[in-house]
Every structure is written in structure tokens, then in C-alpha cells.
């Protein structure tokens, strides 16, 4: 399967714990977005790579989340001192380029306690 | 006014019936349009680009209004298999990078 992968599946963690997600997109592409979803919305954007460079983070990115793409491959997001307001599926996704359509990973749902 | 806006519907339609959703944007920057359909429990996946002319795919037709700005998204006969939330994606390119989906629109097709 080529298609973009996310680890884990699920995650189930306390209050105030640390968790770190991964996500490997799709090989040749340049582009890897991170992005938030909770029941009844759409996939709220929270930042996006151009290969290893963090180009755009949106202000739901508090000071508690961080996103990297080392070697402009696979990307980490991590959430520090996690709330139960974090609970949702994080989704990733990966594009030739600017404007392009995007590939989604099957996400990573997330439940604080 | 949202950047995005979407009807999230339900929309319960019998099968075979013709369905269309509307998806309005803000911003006169934006690009680049996409519709995604989005299963229950499940990542989006792309549904169609939506061009400057219009396009069909099979029973799906994506339109494009710049001057209203709004896209538009037709399903002919429906089927029971197209029972999913529809999501629109809008992307503005410039000093400012910004991707924006709707809400979603829900659609059952009921048999």
C-alpha cells in the first residue's frame, strides 16, 4: 500500500499526558498537512510542510503542539499536557504540490480522559 | 460570513433521484476548489477537482460560479453507496497559504 499511513490508529490517554503521532505520507510528495476533526465538522487545518519546512501553522496550534518533518519525509505531532478538549481525529495528508489534491491517512483518533 | 460555508443538511433523498449541494467562499483569492466525500469513521477522499468550466464525472457534475462564488455539486441517480458527507475545499494561494473545508453536508440515500 503507497497510499499515506498514520500511527497509531487510536490513542487513549490521561489528562495532562504527552502523545506524539506519526505519519508517513505518499513518497514523492513535497507537501504534508496536518488537520483536526471533531463529530459534525470538517478537518480544521493545523499546519502544513513544503518538504522538511514548517510553512503555515494555524492559530488552533497552541503552544502545547508542535509538528516536524526532520529529513521532509515522514512528520511527528506531538501535543503536550494533553486536554480533554484535544479529543478528536488528527488527520494527515500529503500533495504533489501547492494547490494539488491531497491524500488522507486513515487518522489518528484521539481520546483524552 | 465564514470563509467556507456548507448546508450540513441531512439531505434524505430516495434512490435514483438527482441531488444538489451548494458551497459558498469568502474570499475572491481563492483558487483552487475540490469536493470530498468523507464515510463515517473514515479519512476524505477526493471526490472531484471543480474547474473553472465545469466538469462531469460519470454521474457527478462540479460547477464553479467566481462572480456569485460559490461551487456547486449535482449527483444524478442516485445510488445508495453515495450515502456520505460531502465536504467542500477551497484553497487560497498567495502571501497567505490558506486550505479551508467545509462543515460537510450529509447526504442518505434512502432505498
Known amino acids: 500500500d503507497t497510499g499515506v499511513s498514520q500511527d497509531p490508529r487510536h490513542k487513549i490517554t490521561k489528562r495532562g499526558q504527552n502523545v506524539t503521532f506519526r505519519c508517513d505520507p505518499i513518497?514523492?510528495?513535497?507537501?504534508l498537512y496536518w488537520y483536526r476533526q471533531t463529530l459534525g465538522q470538517g478537518p480544521e487545518f493545523l499546519t502544513y510542510?513544503?518538504?522538511?519546512?514548517?510553512?503555515?501553522k494555524s492559530r488552533l496550534l497552541s503552544d502545547r503542539f508542535s509538528a516536524e518533518r526532520p529529513k521532509g519525509s515522514f512528520s511527528t505531532l506531538e501535543i503536550q499536557r494533553t486536554e480533554q478538549g484535544d479529543s478528536a481525529m488528527y488527520l494527515c495528508?500529503?500533495?504533489?504540490?501547492?494547490?494539488?489534491?491531497?491524500?488522507f491517512g486513515p487518522g489518528t483518533r484521539l481520546l483524552v480522559l | 460570513r465564514k470563509e467556507v460555508e456548507q448546508d450540513p443538511g441531512p439531505f434524505n433523498v430516495p434512490e435514483g433521484a438527482t441531488v444538489a449541494f451548494n458551497c459558498t467562499y469568502s474570499?475572491?483569492?481563492?483558487?483552487?476548489f475540490f469536493w470530498y466525500r468523507q464515510d463515517c469513521r473514515k479519512e476524505p477522499k477526493l471526490l472531484m477537482s471543480?474547474?473553472?468550466s465545469g466538469n462531469e464525472d460519470g454521474r457527478f457534475t462540479a460547477q464553479l460560479n467566481r462572480a456569485s462564488q460559490y461551487i456547486s455539486l449535482l449527483i444524478r441517480d442516485s445510488k445508495l453507496s453515495d450515502s456520505a458527507t460531502y465536504l467542500c475545499v477551497v484553497n487560497m494561494v498567495g502571501r497567505d497559504d490558506k486550505i479551508i473545508f467545509g462543515k460537510g453536508t450529509r447526504l442518505h440515500i434512502l432505498p
Open positions: 471543480v474547474y473553472s
Open positions: 510542510f513544503q518538504n522538511e519546512a514548517q510553512l503555515e
Open positions: 474570499n475572491s483569492a481563492s483558487q483552487s
Open positions: 495528508a500529503s500533495s504533489v504540490g501547492l494547490a494539488e489534491t491531497q491524500y
Open positions: 513518497s514523492e510528495h513535497n507537501r
